[in-house]
């Protein structure tokens, strides 16, 4: 299974771009990188997931280099809302994968 | 959007006592996820369950523990005889196939 590392914790003002970074040198070919959120008391939410280059959807753009050992999850125009904590997965995409979730990236939107 | 229920949303049990904590998983989905949460820790593995038998667990799942899809629609996590240390908030996950899985919103467990 992957390492991955991510920021412990990140500050951003509201309606700025917000980018974090995930290292998972570690990743294999059929590897998978997985993005969830998770705000207090809730369960996490898938946010996006992507293999290679880039991948764009309602809520964020994942950005995957070519050599696969790093993303980024951007997050456009940020809120208080999106204050929460975004945990960085890799591993393969078929079902029955358990997902391990690491400490995460703390975000918190300053108004 | 369909989503994953959870009930119920609290549960407070004395330690010792059976628990069923109740999942209803997005309706096409095929595999069916346990986590847990205690406060202020990760989101650990519980179970996984696929094809009406469990597929992998992790050290977590004792013989305390047990899950059931008992028809087409719910998934159960029965807890046998609680102990304090299962106090933690309890998430049902669920996946069609490729792709994410996708969560409920928890019952939070309280063993006294």
């Known amino acids: 299974l992957a390492k991955t590392t991510q920021p412990i914790s990140m500050d951003s003002y509201e309606g700025q771009e917000v980018n974090i970074t995930c290292s998972h040198n570690?990743?294999?070919?059929?590897?998978?990188i997985t993005w969830y959120q998770q705000f207090p008391s809730q369960g996490p939410r898938f946010i996006i997931q992507?293999?290679?280059t880039k991948v764009t959807n309602e809520v964020a753009s994942l950005f995957i280099p070519a050599d696969r050992k790093s993303s980024t999850l951007s997050l456009p125009r940020v809120s208080l809302s999106d204050t929460a904590v975004y945990y960085c997965?890799?591993?393969?995409?078929?079902?029955?994968?358990?997902?391990?979730f690491g400490t995460g990236t703390r975000l918190t939107i300053i108004p | 959007e369909p989503e994953v229920t959870q009930t119920p949303s609290h549960q407070v049990t004395q330690m010792g006592q059976e628990v069923i904590l109740r999942c209803v998983p997005i309706?096409?989905?095929?595999?069916f996820y346990w986590y847990r949460q205690i406060l202020g820790q990760k989101v650990e593995f519980l179970v996984s369950?696929?094809?009406?038998?469990?597929?992998?667990k992790s050290e977590i799942f004792d013989d305390q523990f047990s899950v059931e899809r008992p028809d087409g629609s719910n998934f159960t996590l029965k807890i046998r005889s609680t102990k304090l240390e299962d106090s933690a908030m309890y998430f049902c996950?669920?996946?069609?196939?490729?792709?994410?899985?996708?969560f409920g919103p928890g019952t939070r467990l309280t063993v006294l």
């Open positions: 369950f696929y094809n009406n038998e469990i597929s992998e």
């Open positions: 992507g293999y290679k």
């Open positions: 309706s096409n989905h095929l595999y």
């Open positions: 997965l890799v591993g393969d995409r078929r079902g029955n994968e358990k997902l391990t």
């Open positions: 996950a669920s996946q069609a196939g490729g792709g994410g899985q996708f």
């Open positions: 570690n990743i294999a070919t059929n590897d998978y």
